[in-house]
T-cell receptor
Framework: KNEVEQSPQNLTAQEGEFITINCSYS?????LHWLQQHPGGGIVSLFM???GKKKHGRLIATINIQEKHSSLHITASHPRDSAVYIC?????????FGQGTTLQVKP | NAGVMQNPRHLVRRRGQEARLRCSPM?????VYWYRQLPEEGLKFMVY????????ESGMPKERFSAEFPKEGPSILRIQQVVRGDSAAYFC?????????????FGQGTRLTVV
């Protein structure tokens, strides 16, 4: 079993829909990161969380430390949100990554 | 303040050649992490370095791979005698402290193709 599990692996949505991507982890962590990767592109950090909730524009990230679970929400989704979203947990500085969720938002 | 800079962006090597990937961390950052993304797979940790020190190389293949972060200049990931299975995207990240207490800063990656 992977130390970081994401669901779903693939997600197709219509423009405007509310999207949720889930991440569960099994190791002790100091922080959890949500990252975005476009095809052939670099990796962009969206959030770093150690507790609670953060909001950035249409993106919201939450974490429940006791349950070892985090969610990334996208409100009013747009085709430009199409990308791979990666959950990563931080263990003594290094990151352990989930497999990623490939999101496609159709107009 | 330039971000994490990696070069080259794309690198093609024939089997048996050497590949040298460079990573210049963000200004003021002294910790560098290398990650590898094999085709159709997730990112995997390779090595964590501070200036002139390897802190954690638990993700590095035992043979042909080495990494350094000298006092001056970029961090280098070196792959000797490359094989087709080394074809991947290699990403570098940097931080100012050992724990990523702020967001992670990644370079654009080097895409290595072994032919």
């Amino acid at each position: 079993k992977n130390e970081v599990e994401q669901s779903p692996q693939n997600l197709t949505a219509q423009e405007g829909e509310f999207i949720t991507i889930n991440c569960s982890y099994s190791v002790g962590i100091s922080a959890l990161h949500w990252l975005q990767q476009h095809p052939g592109g670099g990796i962009v950090s969206l959030f770093m969380l150690s507790s609670g909730k953060k909001k950035h524009g249409r993106l919201i990230a939450t974490i429940n430390i006791q349950e070892k679970h985090s969610s990334l929400h996208i409100t009013a989704s747009h085709p430009r949100d199409s990308a791979v979203y990666i959950c990563a947990v931080e263990d003594r500085g290094k990151l352990i990554f989930g497999q990623g969720t490939t999101l496609q938002v159709k107009p | 303040n330039a971000g994490v800079m990696q070069n080259p962006r794309h690198l093609v090597r024939r089997r048996g050649q050497e590949a040298r990937l460079r990573c210049s961390p963000m200004k003021g950052h002294s910790h560098v992490y290398w990650y590898r993304q094999l085709p159709e797979e997730g990112l995997k940790f390779m090595v964590y370095l501070q200036k002139e020190n390897i802190i954690d190389e638990s993700g590095m293949p035992k043979e042909r791979f080495s990494a350094e972060f000298p006092k001056e200049g970029p961090s280098i990931l070196r792959i000797q005698q490359v094989v087709r299975g080394d074809s991947a995207a290699y990403f570098c990240a940097s931080s100012g402290e050992g724990d990523l207490t702020t967001e992670a800063f990644f370079g654009q990656g080097t895409r290595l193709t072994v032919v």
